[in-house]
């Protein structure tokens, strides 16, 4: 499916997917191909991130995933939380975040996607995000799983696919494929046409259906979940997680103000406050094992 992250303005958007700016141009005289080579930028990520050092994990497991294989790190012992970084980011960006959770007494799970930090590949999609979260809960049950932008889409469709989970932390999430989508089609001025043609292409070279990968039909209502997301958030407006909330008044929301979109990974209260809702969901009855993986 995947939905490309969205930079902060047009003009950044237009350099970072190398896409001339008479893209409209080759749309009208060569569609067919102007659309293929949309499609595949959509899902090139635009940008490799420092990947992510497993230094000090405990073990690390091999994951396949497509034509690629992940490297997942695993720290420390106690309930299992998964982080996932959103497009163009890396596990690295989670290095905070993992250090809180592991002060706390829990054990953690992070990973580069493929085509991002040290994971070979060139593009990839949200299935293939969600996709790894399935492979890690075969091997032991998930307490939480702390996902930001693109990732947070991933792992609620996870979860309404089956995950098991006993909460979810949704920082700055991406709302839709079909957000990713119009900010693709608005960066480049495509015309509609040619916006959902590549958006058919997408959905075909991901093998999802794109009704599926939203938020709002996506996210259960029976997992306890936790909404962080800024108020100068560039990226991804948080007027959409507040539609969210307003829509399902049991969802938790945490606003922050002038952290943007990524630097919220790295705050100290923000921090603080995912730590204390994962320690109040109910552990897993299962108990934990330190040899599982």
């Avoid at 995933?65 to 970084?85: D, E, M």
């Avoid at 959409?240 to 008044?249: N, Q, V």
Wanted: net charge positive.
């Amino acid at each position: 499916m995947n939905l490309a992250a969205i930079q902060p303005n047009k003009s950044t958007i237009v350099r970072s997917f190398h896409i001339p700016s008479l893209v409209g141009t080759a749309a009208r005289l060569a569609p067919r191909l102007a659309v293929r080579v949309l499609a595949r930028q959509f899902l090139t990520p635009w940008k490799r991130r420092q990947g992510l050092s497993l230094l000090g994990a405990r073990r690390c497991i091999e994951v396949p995933v497509g034509t690629n294989v992940v490297r997942v790190g695993i720290w420390g012992s106690g309930p299992l939380v998964v982080l996932v970084h959103g497009w163009s980011g890396s596990g690295e960006q989670l290095a905070s975040m993992r250090d809180a959770l592991l002060f706390a007494g829990f054990s953690v799970a992070a990973f580069d996607a493929p085509a991002h930090g040290a994971t070979p590949g060139k593009t990839t999609n949200a299935a293939e995000f969600a996709s790894i979260l399935h492979r890690l809960a075969e091997h032991h049950p998930l307490h939480g799983v702390v996902a930001h932008s693109l990732g947070g889409l991933a792992a609620a469709v996870a979860c309404a696919r089956g995950l098991a989970v006993n909460g979810l932390v949704l920082v700055a999430p991406l709302p839709s494929l079909s957000f990713a989508l119009d900010e693709f089609q608005r960066a480049l001025t495509l015309p509609s046409g040619v916006r959902d043609a590549v958006g058919e292409r997408v959905e075909y070279l991901a093998g999802v259906r794109g009704s599926d990968w939203s938020l709002d039909a996506a996210l259960p209502r029976d997992v306890p979940s936790l909404l962080v997301h800024d108020v100068e958030d560039q990226r991804i407006d948080v007027a959409h997680s507040r539609r969210l909330g307003f829509a399902r008044p049991t969802l938790r929301q945490l606003e922050t103000n002038g952290l943007g979109h990524s630097r919220i990974l790295q705050d100290a209260y923000v921090l603080d406050q995912i730590v204390s809702f994962l320690r109040g969901l109910q552990v897993a009855t299962t108990a934990f094992a330190a040899s599982t993986f």
